[in-house]
């Protein structure tokens, strides 16, 4: 199994956290020492967007609309990602995909591994 699996979603009411996994033991060279990771979200009817990423050096990007909400992490003996999300909106309701890819870039453009989802619905 190539694909990452994501896990750990769910329904939560606004204010409230979710953590997010992602297994990666599947990838080729089965490290996630060597790839960049990352999770993507699609909310019905808008394109897939960026949340976070961790590149192999450990650097991290955020969305602005989920700096100091969300975390990403990643434990390169169990080759799993994670996401911490902490103050969750309605607006965070989407399809949450963990993807990996050599490159950081690669993940914008649709390239590399990527998992099939998990929803997440924050009501209000």
């Known amino acids: 199994q190539v694909r990452p699996v994501e896990s750990g979603g769910g329904s939560v009411q606004a204010g409230g956290s979710l953590r997010l996994s992602c297994a990666a033991s599947?990838?080729?060279?089965?490290?996630?020492?060597?790839?960049?990771m990352g999770w993507f979200r699609q909310a019905p009817g808008k394109e897939r967007e960026r949340v976070a990423t961790?590149?192999?050096?450990?650097?991290?990007t955020y969305a602005d609309f989920v700096k100091g909400r969300f975390t990403i992490t990643k434990d390169n003996a169990k080759k799993t990602l994670y996401l911490q999300m902490n103050s969750l909106k309605p607006e965070d309701s989407a399809v949450y995909f963990c993807?990996?890819?050599?490159?950081?870039?690669?993940?914008?453009?649709?390239?590399?591994?990527w998992g099939q989802g998990t929803q997440v619905t924050v009501s209000s």
């Open positions: 961790i590149d192999f050096d450990g650097s991290t």
């Open positions: 993807a990996a890819d050599r490159r950081c870039y690669g993940l914008d453009i649709g390239r590399g591994y």
């Open positions: 599947g990838l080729p060279n089965s490290s996630s020492d060597y790839y960049c």
